[in-house]
């Protein structure tokens, strides 16, 4: 597709811009890159908040900064590097695989899991050893050293002390409302995470307790051995007419059985009902919690006593009656499986790039709104000459932050791949009454996106014209890159006909 539209205003404003038009630019970006650059310096990560996946709390507008854009690396792909190096020297015990555990006729098994790797997932490890009591933790690679989660080095140390790290996607993404590929990286690339840092992961959970039959066969073909679900056990808040427990040789092991998820109006009995429901036929119960009072204390949380007095309880039938307590991966067993690369990322395409495709939502396919900091940002679709769709923006009582349409930060479905240590030249068609500028972003190795660098700011105009900046080479480890164009301030901003070119390889890449 080319990118000079035929219902563009005539003349086109050629590029490069006129030299008092960079002499303004160029002023006006040096002042404000200073004060937002102190600014950054100053908040980190902690202000505001994002309505974008990976896009960091509390920016303000260019990080690079100047008509040069020339960024450093962006703190949150310094603080994930540091977290990584600090880990690695953390050796935790290799699975060599194993036979499926021996079925021993009225024994009840227990698994207790905890899902999402919140901070307070530590806790509850910490309360199973002190009961002599292992679990299993489905954690997304993602989460792992974001806020409020639990860090790589005590997913390693709960690893090393006897318990099982398993998956749970890279972001906890609705699988059934992604395409199948999409869906599939979420799978794959958070078990080759989780293996790179020196887990096993065999077993993976269903974010949402959501999966159909293209999951499940997307959860085998990434390696993993078993696929828990959730809410087809019976107990008192769902499934009366279902088992009480799941058979230690599932009829479908990645469609594990499971009561509905552990919540806060749960009580001791019904935590204990859970496991005697078995009866004497005995079989497999699994557990699924998530976070732990104080630490966590939403509707799916419980109370630190309540999880502590069941373990105990627990603990102690494991000595008294027919029960036992073990992993997911110790009741499953099977081979430590390599990895598998989920399917190819879209090459070099910007998907949608005339934002003429709406999705289910009214919002062009493969694009977000986005808006963090104090401010109103209001959206919307406008017709341009020749009805073709363009995207307005409104931002009023404006403090700080920006408000911008960005490509989707996913896997590969929307955002294009690209080439760390090339530079690419960003284009798109604009008009604007505020301060505008291009903000960037790029995905690292393990699926984390980074907020990276912004253009200087661009001249407003009344009229849509071109716009255009070449960004300094990609970092290390880079393999996509998505950007938008950011208002900072009151006034209007309308967009249309977004793409790039990799300037190293003189590459078009916008594909409709």
């Given at each position: 597709?080319?990118?000079?539209?035929?219902d563009?205003?005539?003349p086109?404003?050629?590029?490069?811009?006129?030299?008092?038009?960079?002499?303004?630019?160029?002023?006006?970006?040096?002042?404000?890159?200073?004060?937002?650059?102190?600014?950054?310096?100053?908040?980190?990560?902690?202000?505001?908040?994002?309505?974008?996946?990976g896009?960091?709390?509390?920016?303000?507008?260019?990080w690079?900064?100047?008509?040069?854009?020339?960024?450093?690396?962006?703190?949150?792909?310094?603080?994930?590097?540091?977290?990584?190096?600090?880990?690695?020297?953390?050796?935790?015990?290799?699975?060599?695989?194993?036979?499926?555990?021996?079925?021993?006729?009225?024994?009840?098994v227990?698994?207790?899991?905890?899902?999402?790797?919140?901070?307070?997932?530590?806790?509850?490890?910490?309360?199973?050893?002190?009961?002599?009591?292992?679990?299993?933790f489905?954690?997304?690679?993602?989460?792992?050293?974001?806020?409020?989660?639990?860090?790589?080095?005590?997913?390693?140390?709960?690893?090393?002390?006897?318990?099982?790290i398993?998956?749970?996607?890279?972001?906890?993404?609705?699988?059934?409302?992604?395409?199948?590929?999409?869906?599939?990286?979420?799978?794959?690339?958070?078990?080759?995470?989780?293996?790179?840092?020196?887990?096993?992961?065999?077993?993976?959970?269903?974010?949402?307790?959501?999966?159909?039959?293209?999951?499940?066969?997307?959860?085998?073909?990434?390696?993993?051995?078993?696929?828990?679900?959730l809410?087809?056990?019976?107990?008192?808040?769902?499934?009366?007419?279902?088992?009480?427990?799941?058979?230690?040789?599932?009829?479908?092991?990645?469609?594990?059985?499971?009561?509905?998820?552990?919540?806060?109006?749960?009580?001791?009995?019904?935590?204990q009902?859970?496991?005697?429901?078995?009866?004497?036929?005995?079989?497999?119960?699994?557990?699924?919690?998530?976070?732990i009072?104080?630490?966590?204390?939403?509707?799916?949380?419980?109370?630190?006593?309540?999880f502590?007095?069941?373990?105990?309880?627990?603990?102690?039938?494991?000595?008294?009656?027919?029960?036992?307590?073990?992993?997911?991966?110790?009741?499953?067993?099977?081979?430590?499986?390599?990895?598998?690369?989920?399917?190819?990322?879209?090459?070099?395409?910007?998907?949608?790039?005339?934002?003429?495709?709406?999705?289910?939502?009214?919002?062009?396919?493969?694009?977000?709104?986005?808006?963090?900091?104090?401010?109103?940002?209001?959206?919307?679709?406008?017709?341009?000459?020749?009805?073709n769709?363009?995207?307005?923006?409104?931002v009023?009582?404006?403090?700080?932050?920006?408000?911008?349409?960005?490509?989707?930060?996913?896997?590969?479905?929307?955002?294009?791949?690209?080439k760390a240590?090339?530079?690419?030249?960003?284009?798109?068609?604009?008009?604007?009454?505020?301060?505008?500028?291009?903000?960037?972003?790029?995905?690292?190795?393990?699926?984390s996106w980074?907020?990276?660098?912004?253009?200087?700011?661009?001249?407003?105009?009344?009229?849509?014209?071109?716009?255009?900046?070449?960004?300094?080479?990609?970092?290390?480890?880079?393999?996509?890159?998505v950007?938008?164009?950011?208002?900072?301030?009151?006034?209007?901003?309308?967009?249309?006909?977004?793409g790039?070119y990799?300037?190293?390889?003189?590459?078009?890449?916008?594909?409709?």
């Amino acid at each position: 597709m080319d990118l000079e539209r035929v219902d563009a205003p005539q003349p086109k404003r050629p590029l490069p811009w006129a030299t008092a038009t960079m002499l303004l630019a160029f002023v006006l970006a040096l002042t404000v890159w200073a004060s937002q650059a102190i600014s950054v310096a100053a908040q980190g990560v902690t202000g505001g908040s994002a309505t974008v996946a990976g896009t960091p709390a509390g920016w303000k507008g260019s990080w690079g900064g100047g008509t040069e854009g020339v960024p450093v690396e962006a703190p949150s792909a310094v603080a994930a590097k540091a977290a990584r190096e600090k880990a690695a020297g953390i050796k935790v015990p290799v699975y060599r695989g194993a036979e499926p555990m021996t079925q021993v006729e009225g024994q009840t098994v227990v698994s207790i899991t905890f899902d999402d790797g919140w901070a307070g997932a530590r806790r509850g490890a910490e309360i199973l050893d002190a009961a002599g009591l292992k679990g299993t933790f489905y954690v997304n690679s993602g989460t792992l050293d974001a806020p409020g989660y639990l860090s790589l080095v005590q997913a390693k140390e709960m690893a090393k002390a006897g318990h099982e790290i398993g998956g749970h996607t890279v972001s906890h993404a609705r699988l059934s409302g992604l395409p199948a590929d999409e869906a599939a990286r979420q799978i794959c690339q958070d078990r080759e995470n989780l293996a790179g840092w020196g887990f096993s992961p065999t077993s993976f959970a269903y974010p949402f307790a959501d999966t159909n039959a293209s999951m499940e066969k997307a959860a085998k073909d990434c390696g993993y051995n078993s696929a828990r679900n959730l809410g087809d056990v019976q107990n008192r808040f769902v499934c009366g007419n279902c088992g009480n427990a799941e058979s230690l040789r599932p009829e479908n092991p990645y469609e594990l059985k499971a009561p509905s998820q552990v919540e806060s109006d749960w009580t001791l009995k019904d935590l204990q009902e859970a496991v005697t429901a078995a009866g004497p036929d005995g079989g497999w119960v699994i557990l699924t919690f998530h976070g732990i009072c104080p630490l966590e204390c939403k509707i799916i949380d419980v109370e630190e006593s309540l999880f502590a007095e069941f373990t105990q309880w627990l603990a102690e039938r494991t000595t008294t009656d027919n029960v036992v307590v073990r992993t997911v991966q110790q009741v499953i067993g099977g081979p430590n499986r390599p990895t598998v690369s989920g399917p190819a990322a879209k090459l070099n395409t910007i998907a949608n790039p005339g934002l003429q495709k709406l999705g289910d939502s009214g919002i062009p396919a493969c694009w977000n709104r986005a808006a963090y900091g104090s401010n109103t940002a209001a959206f919307s679709q406008v017709k341009g000459a020749g009805g073709n769709i363009r995207s307005k923006l409104v931002v009023s009582d404006y403090q700080d932050g920006d408000a911008k349409l960005l490509p989707v930060q996913d896997l590969g479905e929307c955002a294009p791949a690209v080439k760390a240590g090339h530079s690419y030249s960003l284009r798109a068609w604009y008009s604007a009454t505020a301060d505008v500028q291009f903000a960037v972003y790029y995905r690292d190795g393990t699926g984390s996106w980074h907020y990276w660098a912004s253009s200087g700011y661009l001249p407003r105009s009344s009229d849509l014209i071109p716009a255009a900046w070449t960004t300094p080479p990609l970092p290390e480890g880079a393999t996509s890159l998505v950007f938008g164009l950011a208002l900072l301030g009151n006034g209007e901003l309308v967009t249309d006909d977004y793409g790039m070119y990799d300037t190293n390889e003189a590459q078009l890449l916008a594909v409709d």
